[in-house]
């Protein structure tokens, strides 16, 4: 009796493990998503050239970039190259901000390739269809 209650024990943890590794999925998900339409304001900022709108859409693709579902919670958080090309993702967030904040309005323009380069390097390796 006690074996098969061990063995059911066993398979509710693989199953609760299945689970939250599904939740985990999920939460990369919408939190991507998240990401998705910050990256897109900000684009949109960029090429419309408003300096404060700009600055704005960069700092909330930032907090979209560091939610804990992409930073923390991700299945790949743990993979040094997933890390450094998240890190150079807000590093080009921050790099907006401060370009913006100086109403440098030609610099402003040259950025959304830079962001969106480091978004397509993270999306070559990690992103799934």
Do not use: W
């Amino acid at each position: 009796m006690a074996s098969s209650s061990i063995a059911s024990c066993r398979i509710l943890g693989v199953a609760a493990a299945a689970m939250l590794a599904g939740c985990a999925t999920i939460d990369l998900r919408c939190a991507m998503g998240n990401v998705q339409r910050r990256y897109v304001e900000l684009t949109r900022t960029l090429e419309a050239g408003g300096n404060f709108a700009s600055r704005d859409a960069a700092i909330e693709l930032r907090r979209a970039l560091e939610a804990r579902a992409v930073a923390v919670d991700s299945p790949y958080a743990g993979e040094p190259e997933y890390r450094r090309l998240l890190q150079e993702a807000v590093q080009s967030t921050d790099e907006v901000r401060k370009v913006a904040e100086r109403f440098d309005r030609e610099a402003l323009s040259t950025l959304r390739s830079r962001v969106s380069v480091h978004c397509d390097a993270c999306h070559s390796k990690y992103r799934r269809s």
